[in-house]
């Protein structure tokens, strides 16, 4: 029987401890597959900020197109096209519909033409209800020539569901995107009857 002190098992132990060390400062000093590692790290907030990226992309070109489909409606009534024509609320929201782009649907358009004495008196009543919904009815008031008309258009676009809920960027309750795209102007002194001519 050998005892613990005996200096073969002193010497077993140290080459243990130096090869266990070894294989250690190799593994520490091993670069294979670090770049892998490192992009498994990195890959999932990568790849959600290139979802972000893309949804703030098509939010901006749909709300664009959503402004550009306003500015154009409300032409209409600064020029006195809409009020010669007799436009009612349901005409009107024809001739925006007129210039929004496949992305955005027709159906899910609201609109709110209001009319004011001034800019100043101009008062502006929020969109969603208590619950956090997109109203059913709006007005529709273009006025007449001289008069201040606000035209706001509201959008409730159903982002895509495929995107995680943290980047939908959604900011109504049902996790849908409000778009707002609104117009304030004077309307041009045209006479009843008669549109003035275009700028």
Known sequence: MQKASDPSNQATGRSF????????????????GASALEFALVAVPLIL???????????????????????????????????????DATSFKNEVCKNLVAMLSCANLKLDVRRFSS????????????????????????????????VRAFYAWDLPTLLPTEIRMSNMKDNNRLLIATAAFRNEPFQSGTPSASK
């Not at 109203?135 to 273009?142: G, I, N, Q, V």
């Open 49 to 87: 900020l290139l979802f972000a990226i893309l949804q703030i992309g098509l939010i901006y070109f749909a709300n664009s197109t959503l402004e550009n489909a306003t500015a154009q409606g409300a032409r209409l009534i600064r020029t006195g096209q809409a009020q010669t024509k007799s436009l």
């Open 17 to 32: 401890a130096r090869s266990r060390l070894r294989g250690l400062q190799q593994f520490g000093r091993d670069r294979s």
């Open 119 to 150: 800019f100043s008196s101009a008062e502006l009543t929020d969109p969603l209800d208590s619950n956090g919904n997109l109203k059913s009815k709006f007005s529709y008031d273009p006025g007449q020539g001289g008069d201040v008309v606000v």
